[in-house]
């Protein structure tokens, strides 16, 4: 699967578990951010760099889901369910 078809199947994922994925250019923030999850209003939104490299995007987002409790309830596409565990391994080693 070509990394932009990984990042898509990524957002529509995040969506079904509830997450908004919004891009921002976040150098204009006008402090130091970075990607990540958060809650804005009891709404779980990922506020992503969109000047990141769509392999980054689609790690910071794999690594993201892989962390959510409610992940193997949703079904995805074995590509996409191993590129998660990958990303869940790293974290976890770290």
Known sequence: MRPDQLYHELKSLAEKLGIT???H??????????????????????VMDKRL??????ANLAECLGGMNNIDDVYMVPALRDLIVKYKNKTEQN
């Open 21 to 23: 994925v919004k891009e």
């Open 25 to 46: 250019n976040l150098r204009n923030a006008g402090i130091h951010v970075s990607s990540g999850l958060c809650r804005v209003n009891d709404q779980m939104v990922f």
């Open 53 to 58: 490299p769509i392999r980054e995007k689609t």
